[in-house]
């Protein structure tokens, strides 16, 4: 029988508790580091705790301990950690000594911290130094990093670089900071940086990916990886939204309550992007429930502000609410040769933020060879005409491709004077596969061609090498006398078919109800 004082010592010889939580041990395993080294280059693993664990190839575990503590009630040491105790909050400090074996890696380091301590996070940052030398006489300091913790859950924390010298064979981590209770820690690291987020298109150098983002921290920095093409972007508007702000890697656009509001993101594009057809996909995360939170991406690009034109529309539905997730669009839009400027414009529903991390645009094909920069400067202003039209009678259809006479059409059709039509007229324009597609069905007579339809989606004029401006813009105002219809083959009614026992043997059903073919 274990009397009140035995069961009082048996638990305390368990366990140690500060005002209330409990300290558990936390073992460290290779699968668990936040980086992995190589045999060539291993990771640095700085261990804790009076269990010690093998090196291997990849690994150099080095055992160390505390050797001194200031502002602190006491220190422990369990099996996989070291526990500094104070009671309630305060400030105090913890110095930590390692040994390095003959022969360790040396070079430039990434500092990782693994611990877990009381306070609230905001105001327990953390100041953590290295210090290393040839002995305890000739340590000097390489580097100090401030940290933020988890709470009372353990989380590893990248820091700065450092370089390590061959003949360093001491190494000490001095950590300082307010806590409230205890600061537990389990182990540092000496390794690489933090691995990249994933993205979920992959670049070569002969076609790079693009990634737009955002703050002094983005998903991608310019000139990283010769396979992505990084630009970091700024809000232009907010409409709708009480206020929008650019974090350490995202923008923060924000509205009280359940509501309908967006955003206009810019990117200057200070070195040019290879010219070509581009899927979209964004990572984003919303308040709101996933279905009724799709959002709206209007892709528009040109040589400068002024002259920007829509490129594409995508829509897309983020169905982890608060989580960070990306998101593919439907279909492409073109990037030509001197797009200088691309903006984004978001539109949708979401509940109290819209957060948006980046934007990534993978190539899916280059332009036709046929195009040169000027032809594509050309498509460029021409689609910078194009307005947002509500009510309109009529569409134009520019149809895409090889062929003479491009330079007169398209001047045409960006002439000052036609500024106006514009407004009441909206543009589509096609190229690729489905401009080939849609002229062989309109049996047009060459490419590329100006295609004007009325709201019945009958063509109305056809205008093809004009040969001259001034017969653009005869066919804009008059395309029924100014462009000409094409012919089309006459379509051969089918035989009909034969009727069984009376009745027909096929049915077309327009209706719910199959009628008498059930």
Known sequence: MIGKNSLSLFLAGSFCFASGFLLVSSTIFAADLPVSGTKEKPVILLQLGSEKQNSKDSLVICGGGIVSNEGAESASTAKNEVSVLKKGFGKFSAVFRFNLPEGHPSGDFTFWAHWKQGGDQKACIQTFEVWAGADETKLEMRNSQNL??????????????????????????????????????????????????????????????????????????????????????????????????????????????????????????????????????????????????????????????????????FQTVNRSPWQYEWVKGSGTFEIFPGDKVIQIANSGKADGAKTFNAFVLGMENTLPEWMTAEQGMLRGKFLSRGKNVEKFDRTLYLIDGKGNGDKILFEGLCQDSQKSWYEVTPIRYLLGAEAESMAKDLNLPGLPSAVIVNNDCKVIGVLNKPDSVEKVSQFMTDPENAGVIPSYQEQKQPEPVELVDGSPKQWLIASGWPGRCG
């Open 148 to 313: 933020k913790s988890n709470g009372w859950n353990y989380i590893w924390a990248d820091g700065k670089n450092l370089t390590l010298k061959p003949e360093d064979r001491i190494l000490e981590v001095r950590n300082s900071g307010k806590g409230n209770d205890a600061k537990i820690f389990n182990a540092f690291i000496l390794g690489g940086p933090r691995p990249l987020e994933p993205i979920p298109v992959v670049g070569t150098k002969e076609k790079p990916v693009v990634v737009l983002g955002f703050g002094k921290e983005p998903l991608r920095k310019p000139g990283d990886d010769p396979s992505v093409l990084a630009y970091i972007g700024k809000i232009v508007s907010s409409e709708g939204a009480d206020g929008a702000n650019i974090g350490a890697s995202d923008a923060n656009v924000m509205k009280k309550g359940f509501g309908s509001w967006g955003a206009v993101f810019q990117f200057d594009l200070q070195t040019a992007v290879p010219a070509g057809f581009y899927n979209f996909n964004a990572r984003y995360k919303s308040g709101g429930e996933a279905s009724q939170v799709r959002q709206t991406f209007v892709i528009k690009a040109g040589p400068d502000v002024e002259n920007l034109g829509e490129r594409g529309v």
